[in-house]
């Protein structure tokens, strides 16, 4: 999967930027931009920022299960031996 990732950027950068001018997105031209241009660009909907603040939370809890199951498997481990 790294591998399929790694040429889908090459294509992009090589293929693609390459046709657009380097002054498109130069930090000089992004600094001048109004934060609602920016956002329209770059930001991000509220779909998809309510999906990514879900799947935090849920990597969150996810985390703190197994935090607890290890714990829970040290004391298994120490009880069996």
Sequence with gaps: MLFVGYVNAL???????EQIPGELFS?????EQ???VLD????????AAKA????E???SQLTECIGKLEQLEALYRKSVV
């Design 40 to 47: 329209c660009i770059a930001g991000e909907n509220e779909f």
């Design 27 to 31: 930090p000089r031209i992004v600094l």
């Design 11 to 17: 294509v992009v950068e090589q293929c693609l930027m």
């Design 52 to 55: 990514r603040r879900e799947c």
């Design 34 to 36: 109004e934060p609602r």
């Design 57 to 59: 939370e849920e990597l």
